[in-house]
């Protein structure tokens, strides 16, 4: 109990510190439907293991009142390989993403559950409401317009919906946070926490030809420290 109030009284804060600066632009983007440079602001689905550390609810949040973002998701991941980690991990992000969504008053956002457990081969969907809706946003895209998938966590979610429904690949635009990279011998490594959490997941996203994607590592995420 004790912890669940601090969870929302931090909650609170960050959620109060994010709107605050945005509020005047998040109006005009409502008003217009086009952000401040009067283009389409990009179509994103976030796909975040909220509650394994405080650094996805920052994004979510600050990504809430970004005025050039249509979220047209907030899909909750698992993070089961963390120490501490509960059985229900996708429960507990996906208890955040809700908390978040109605202290910012965000809570019409579609906010799926993903999938508790992390995909047994790369060739075996983990169906979730989470991957279904990736589907379906997928396909509302118009004609030469890609949805983006943001995933902070593992991507169990975004290769399931490829999985399930390999018509979506070239409405996708995947983007990953994830994977080591060596600069000194210039080598990539998949032993990093997200990846961690549902390799097979990444090697769907690699090995799926001509798929968009872009990746972050943790090697260039960790030195941003703000
Ligand atoms: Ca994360």
Not at 23 to 31: F, N
Not at 103 to 113: Q, R, V
Not at 125 to 152: C, D, F, R, W, Y
């Amino acid at each position: 109990m004790i912890k669940d109030l601090y969870r929302r009284k931090f909650l609170e804060k960050l959620t109060w510190a994010c709107a605050g600066s945005f509020l005047g632009p998040l109006t005009l983007h409502e008003a217009t439907g086009k952000n401040k440079n009067n283009v389409n602001p990009i179509s994103l689905i976030i796909d975040a293991d909220t509650a394994n550390e405080v650094d996805d609810a920052f994004a979510i949040a600050r990504a809430l009142v970004e005025p050039g973002f249509d979220i047209k998701g907030l899909c909750s991941a698992q993070w089961h390989t963390q120490a501490n980690a509960p059985n229900d991990s996708v429960g507990r992000s996906q208890q955040m993403n809700e908390d978040l969504l109605a202290l910012m008053g965000k809570s019409a956002i579609t906010h799926p559950m993903g999938s508790n457990i992390p995909m047994v081969s790369p060739f075996r969907a983990q169906p979730s409401p989470a991957a279904h809706l990736i589907i379906e946003e997928a396909h509302k895209m118009p004609k030469g317009e890609k949805l983006t998938v943001l995933t902070l966590g593992p991507a169990t979610n975004t290769a399931s919906a490829l999985l399930l429904d390999p018509s979506i690949r070239p409405k996708l635009r995947c983007c990953y946070l994830g994977l080591w990279y060596n600069i000194e011998d210039q080598t990539w490594s998949k032993r990093e926490f997200n990846t961690d959490n549902d390799p097979n997941a990444l090697n769907v996203l690699l090995n799926t030809q001509s798929l968009e994607l872009e990746i972050m590592t943790a090697t260039t995420s960790k030195a941003l420290v703000f």
